[in-house]
């Protein structure tokens, strides 16, 4: 099936830091969307894009939708500790119905 | 606005046995999901809903899964003669239609076959 290759698959932060991951595939979306997801719950959805090239922004979060429309990536400023968990990125094909395709997800813990 | 509720959120059954779960949407969304995430794993896709009709379904629902969505509201998800490899979270997700397809999820339902 198809397969969104997300990284870092783990990273550790340190309050303030700023953080960056991404999510590649081979196939073209017509929509990425990034959730959150705390142990034992559902993802929660953060941001959603539509348009390459596209950049959006909700709060200390910041979003692009790649221009080759085959990439996204998520970045964090100013991290504080209730960031961490398991961050995912999905697609959505062209063509599909609306079903997400997921990444494995970026697990985000604080530094000991 | 309530958002998505899944019950029950823990089933703990043995292999060979029926369970049934069940999705309460968003009350204005027509559009239904269910997914199936394993341990270490992003959220696959199941099938999913647009009001009573199921449109598509994955390879991954096998002839032992079978959801329905009767009135076009809430949605049941049944497995019947449960395998230890059933044993995952099962997430509902709802959205509206017309070309916005931010999903929406709910806490989900951790099944565990003994």
């Known amino acids: 099936g198809q397969q969104l290759n997300q990284s870092p698959q783990s990273m550790f932060i340190q309050e303030g830091e700023d953080v960056s991951m991404n999510c590649t595939s081979s196939s073209i979306f017509n929509t990425w969307l990034w959730y959150k997801q705390d142990p034992g719950e559902g993802p929660v959805l953060l941001i959603a894009?539509?348009?390459?090239?596209e950049l959006t922004s909700n709060g200390r979060l910041t979003a692009q939708f790649g221009i080759t429309r085959k990439d996204s990536f998520l970045n964090i400023s100013a991290s504080i500790p209730s960031d961490v968990g398991i961050y995912f990125c999905?697609?959505?094909?062209?063509?599909?119905?609306?079903?997400?395709?997921f990444g494995k997800g970026t697990k985000l813990s604080v530094k000991p | 606005d309530t958002g998505v509720s899944q019950n029950p959120r823990h089933k703990i059954t043995k292999r060979g046995q029926n369970v049934t779960f069940r999705c309460d949407p968003i009350s204005e969304h027509n559009r239904l999901y269910w997914y199936r995430q394993t341990l270490g794993q992003g959220p696959e896709f199941l099938t999913y809903f647009q009001n009573e009709a199921q449109l598509e379904k994955s390879r991954l629902l096998s002839d032992r899964f079978s959801a329905e969505r009767p009135k076009g509201s809430f949605s049941t998800l049944e497995i019947q003669r449960t395998e230890q490899g059933d044993s995952a979270m099962y997430l509902c997700?709802?959205?509206?239609?017309?070309?916005?397809?931010?999903?929406?999820f709910g806490p989900g339902t951790r099944l565990t076959v003994t």
């Open positions: 997700a709802s959205s509206l239609t017309g070309g916005w397809y931010e999903q929406y």
């Open positions: 894009l539509y348009k390459a090239g």
């Open positions: 999905a697609g959505q094909l062209g063509g599909s119905q609306g079903n997400l395709i």
